[in-house]
């Protein structure tokens, strides 16, 4: 069977697992709303200028759809026109990422019209919603269910969001989030450092939350904890990093250094060089960065807000999780990791095992399964 899979634009995350699943033989074929991540485009989160160094577009068969207006993409734009001729043609399943979007939505209806399967990703959870949204989500998936012929859940936690939404268990297949384990695979040793390497890396702003670790950090020196043996490397650019850089010498974070974005190639060599990742993130639907750093060997400390703790984070096995938006919680876990040194080599290791499993294989044996299920309908 044929799949078209319609994306906003080319994605570092997503593009390796297309050229897996075609090396399967999958037939897909992928159209784009917009080609702004093949070359240098200004991301606003980052507030700078952003070329990814990794080759997107090879190794499968892809097209760009027309649009008119702005080439940025959010949630209305770009303002796609095509709506038939690229996408039903020659097409058995319409694979859409995100189906709450104008574009998407349109599409799933005309799918249903044109008689073709409709499968959907993407990464809703139940985490950190209101009273009203699960009213909405409610009626949203009881009025385009029967649009809908198979759901690829990314994990644990976006399984739960379908099932209490009323979808049924066997329209239901794990299509998880995963990267490319073998880009970030740490192949050296773990050897006992005489500092311990904690590291953040991501966009610096509030949604992110390096500003809870900067708090956990001064948290950790009110307790006279010493952290004369310890680095916290903090990576990435966007609004908050002046004020982020001014909160740590002013309270003297001596043990703290600030590095601009990295992009693929740096960015690997700084997780394979750490010791413990850190995600704090008020809210993460997923938090791909957990795999990569996992590839790389690293034990992790995630806020329970990210939907991959669920699945990734072993709590005293490889890391540890922590009340979101609790600073003192977050400080906590630190100083687990600090006061039991000995143990850091053993979650490094058991991340490592945790994620192998964790990979495009997975991937392709549940699209196959929802495949096949449609397939029979």
Known sequence: MHIKYILTHPIQYQSPLIKYLVNKRIQITVLYRSNISVKKYYDNEFKKNIKWDV???????????????????????????????????????????????WYNLIIVILAKYKKKKVFIRNESNNLNRSFFN????????????????AYLSIGTMNKKFYLKNNIK????FNVPYVVDNNLFLNKKKFQLTKKITFLFAGKLIYRKGADLLLTAICELKKQKISLTNTKFIIIGDGVNKK?????????????????????????KTSYNKSDVFIIPSRTENWGLTINEAMAAGNAIISSEECGASYDLIKNNINGYTFVKNDA????????????NKNKINNFKKNSIKIITKWNFQKCFDGLNKAINYVNKK
């Open 243 to 267: 004020r982020l850089i001014k909160f740590s010498k002013h309270n003297n974070l001596t043990n703290v250094q600030f590095l601009p974005f990295q992009n693929y190639k740096d960015l």
């Open 134 to 149: 699960n009213i909405f989500n409610l009626l949203f998936f009881k009025l385009f269910d029967n649009f809908i012929d």
């Open 328 to 339: 003192v919680d977050l400080s906590k876990k630190i100083k687990l990791i600090i006061k």
């Open 169 to 172: 268990k066997n329209k239901i």
């Open 55 to 101: 080759d997107l577009l090879s190794g499968y068969n892809y097209k760009f759809l027309k649009h008119f207006g702005k080439n940025i993409v959010n949630n209305f734009l770009p303002i796609t026109t095509d709506f038939n001729k690229k996408i039903f043609c020659d097409a058995d399943i319409i694979w859409v990422h995100n189906i709450k979007n």
